[in-house]
Every structure is written in structure tokens, then in C-alpha cells.
């Protein structure tokens, strides 16, 4: 069996089965080229299956619509349906062109994809050596250096298969060249000031010449770094689950008993868990402050949008936003209260709307005084939140809803506790939401 029957067989096996989404990552260029012209070769064979070539058009270069055109093309000759998005890439951004473009891509082909779909992607085995240099060069660990998987489930439910991982460049240039196919050459691919083709071109070429089969060496090593990094997921998702409380944080005292670097990995694995940009190695070495800080005390350590925060010895990982303003109001509109910064909604049936002449909410002043429906005596809203085991940050996004001025509910985060004042026939009349993130 050649490379390219295996890349067959590989694909092949993620056709068995009930229907599902098909979906080729077409850019058109030779590996995507490729993968498309060996994915319809077996599209007749499984008819229970909705095959779909997604072009990402980014915008970037002068022949973009032309590429574009030219995928549809191809995709019209295979007989595969074809879909194109088109994407804004921030070229300031402080990823670099590079890591924006891709963030975009992958979010725009998640966002095409059904729960449970299969997404192809055309990256080679050239690919998976630069990407171990790219990162032994930011001082990467054994994630890093796993470099890219050949499978893996994204949170979305979406799969992310690369059949072609094994494959060179050079066979597949061959392969399209065999079977006289068509490809798109970007040349922005020929840029050696982006670091990818810098490596591309002016470093892996000597390296290769000096020791051939050096991209397969390279591959090999980070196949046993992603075996290591498993060996550790394992290790530490069992540690995780003795030393993580309520409100998906960490217990303070349990994680201290273990040795600085298995704190880091520790909370690396969670942070990972929990779908959050990881921190540099500069930060976790600051968050031995935060662990080792006054019972009472209130540090944050923040890197990028998030921050670490302690409060009753637990560690929590937190999205930072901004404190509500002292005077903030939110009038009803169309039967909804939605938080300002994103904390959800209050739901007000139309009977409810109907029967009070003015709904609103304000940011909570914690030196007012509030009486629950069922406490014995008003206390300062301060003291409530400290009753109610309230964070500091969440606090702050608390607001205090009013029916004609009376207040009669606090809403803080996706609670909402009722005051005397509230009458009983509005109760079941008011309900909190999230909100749908846009896609």
C-alpha cells in the first residue's frame, strides 16, 4: 500500500457508519487539493453521508476571489458541494497575521460544521516538522512539542481529523502532478519573513540535505511528546478531581501539598479544561503569591482577558470585565432585563409587564438595606453577600431590581433573590436566561 492509499484507508475509516457531515478544508493549494480529489473518490461509495468543501476566502491578497472561483470550479468537477466564508483578519493584531488569519479560519469552519461532523484538514508531514521548530523556539513543553494531532474533538463537538500527517509535501506534489490536478500557489507562501517560511525555506532545506529523513524524525518526536502529554492528562485529571470544589475551582490547601511544577501542570490541565488562553511560565511562577496570600486577602494575577483570584482558599479562573459604573440602569425593553456586561437576562412574562407601571434595575449599593422574603430583619447588601458567600467580582456585577422604584430582587450573576416587596403573583413571572452567544 503507497502513501496516498493509506491516506485512503485512513479516510475511510471515518465513513463507516450513520450519516454524518463531511467536510474537506479546501484552500486550494496542493495539500488541500489533494485531500479533496482523495475524499471524492469515496464520496459516491457513501451517499449517507453531506459532503462539503469549505473555502475560507481571508481577503489578503489581490487573487483572493480568483482562488475562490477556481475552488468552486474544482469542487463542481468532483462532484462535491461547496461552500465559501469570507473573513475580516485584523492585521495589527498582537497575534501576529499569521495566528489571527488562523484563529479565523478554524472559528469560521467550526461555525459550517454540524455537532459531530468530520472536518479534514490538509496538513502535511513537512508541516508537523516546522510546527515542532515554531515551537522549540517559544520554549514549548511536551504539549507544544506534540505539536498537531492527527484526531482530535473540539469543545463544539466538531472533529478535527489530518490524514495527510504522514505524508511529504514532495509525495503529494507528485501524487497532484500524477493525476493532473490543479492547485492554487499563494505567494505569501513565499514570504520568508513570516517565521513559518522562513523555517520553509531557508532552514529545513539544510537540514533535510544534512540528515535526510530529518521531518520524519522530527514527526516521531512529537508522537512521543503527545504520548507523554497523555501520560499526564491521565496523572492529573484524577489529582483534579480530588482537589476541585463547587464552582469549578481549586481548593487552595489541597493544591499547596503538591510541588510547584506539578502545581503549574495542575493548573495548566485546568485552565486547558476549561477552554482558557494559557498563561506564560513568567505568570504561573507569580500565582505562588496568590496561593500563598492572607485568608482575607484579595490578589489578582492577570494575563491576556483573565484573571487568577482566590476567595475562601479556593482558586478561581475568572474573565475579567469591568465593574458596573455607580449609577447604572437598565430600563425593560421588549420584556427583558439584559445585563450590561453580558451576565445574562431577566425573562418578564407579559402579564407581569402588564400589571406594574416601571421595571428597571440599578448597580447595587452595598451600603443599602435589603430584606429577603425569607429573613428575619434588613441587613446592608454587604452583609448579604457575605451571608450568601458572594465573590468580589461577582458582586460587582450585581444589580438591584425595582418595580415602580420599590426594590424587589437582587440579581447577581444567574441568582435572583426575591425582598419582601416582591409580590408573590410576580414570582413564577420572572426567570433568568444566559445569553445565546452570536455566532
Known amino acids: 500500500m503507497n502513501a496516498i492509499e493509506t491516506v485512503v484507508a485512513n479516510i475511510t475509516e471515518y465513513l463507516a457508519g450513520d ?4 467536510i474537506v478544508a479546501y484552500s486550494g493549494g496542493v495539500d488541500s487539493q489533494v485531500m479533496l480529489h482523495c475524499v471524492a473518490s469515496l464520496h459516491p461509495k457513501y451517499p449517507q453521508h ?7 476566502n481571508h481577503g489578503l491578497q489581490e487573487q483572493a476571489n480568483s482562488w475562490e472561483q477556481h475552488c468552486k470550479t474544482q ?27 488562523r484563529e479565523q479560519r478554524y472559528q469560521a ?7 459531530g461532523s468530520i472536518i479534514f484538514l490538509g496538513q502535511h508531514l513537512d508541516d508537523q516538522a516546522e510546527t515542532v521548530l515554531l515551537q522549540l523556539k517559544r520554549g514549548a513543553g511536551p504539549k507544544g512539542l506534540s505539536a498537531m494531532p492527527e484526531c482530535h474533538q473540539h469543545h463544539s463537538g466538531v472533529i478535527f481529523s489530518r490524514p495527510l500527517l504522514h505524508i511529504s509535501r514532495e509525495q503529494l506534489v507528485a501524487y497532484a ?5 490543479q492547485w492554487i500557489e499563494d505567494p505569501s507562501n513565499q514570504d520568508s519573513r513570516y517565521d513559518r517560511n522562513f523555517l520553509r525555506h531557508k532552514i529545513m532545506p539544510l537540514l533535510s540535505q544534512r540528515w535526510p529523513g530529518f521531518s520524519q524524525a522530527v514527526a516521531r518526536s512529537a508522537s512521543l511528546s503527545a504520548q507523554q502529554q497523555a501520560l499526564l492528562y491521565e496523572v492529573c485529571d484524577a489529582r483534579l478531581q480530588s482537589i476541585t470544589d463547587e464552582n469549578d475551582s481549586l481548593n487552595i ?6 510541588s510547584i511544577a506539578w502545581q503549574h501542570q495542575l493548573v495548566r490541565t485546568w485552565l486547558e479544561q476549561k477552554n482558557v488562553s494559557m498563561p506564560s511560565k513568567a505568570v504561573l511562577d507569580e500565582l505562588q503569591q496568590v496561593l500563598n496570600a492572607k485568608h482575607d486577602a484579595e490578589p489578582i494575577l492577570q494575563w491576556q482577558e483573565w484573571q487568577f483570584r482566590r476567595f475562601r482558599n479556593k482558586l478561581f479562573c475568572i474573565k475579567h470585565c469591568e465593574a458596573l459604573k455607580a449609577g447604572s440602569k ?27 407601571g416601571s421595571i428597571e434595575a440599578h448597580k447595587s449599593v452595598f451600603s443599602e438595606k435589603f430584606k429577603p ?11 448579604w453577600f457575605k451571608t450568601w458567600d458572594i465573590a468580589p467580582w461577582t458582586r460587582e456585577q450585581s444589580l438591584t431590581v425595582t418595580f415602580d422604584g420599590l426594590p424587589v430582587a437582587i440579581w447577581v450573576a444567574e441568582n435572583v433573590i426575591f425582598s419582601v416587596h416582591m409580590p408573590p403573583v410576580f414570582i413564577d413571572k420572572m426567570q433568568w436566561q444566559p445569553i445565546e452567544p452570536a455566532l
Do not use: W
Open 75 to 101: 469542487c463542481e468537477a468532483l462532484g462535491i458541494p461547496f461552500k465559501s466564508v469570507r473573513v475580516h483578519i485584523d492585521v495589527k493584531s498582537k497575534k501576529g497575521i499569521e495566528a489571527a488569519a
Open 50 to 56: 453531506d459532503f462539503l468543501a469549505v473555502h475560507i
Open 373 to 383: 422574603q425569607d429573613a428575619a430583619m434588613s441587613k446592608p447588601l454587604k452583609q
Open 109 to 115: 469552519l467550526i461555525n459550517c460544521a454540524d455537532h
Open 253 to 258: 490547601d489541597s493544591l499547596n501539598e503538591y
Open 19 to 22: 450519516g454524518k457531515q463531511i
Open 330 to 356: 437598565i430600563a425593560l425593553k421588549h420584556g427583558k432585563l439584559i445585563h450590561p456586561n453580558g451576565f445574562g437576562q431577566l425573562i418578564f412574562s407579559s402579564s407581569a409587564t402588564k400589571n406594574v
Open 177 to 181: 502532478s500524477d493525476n493532473q490536478l
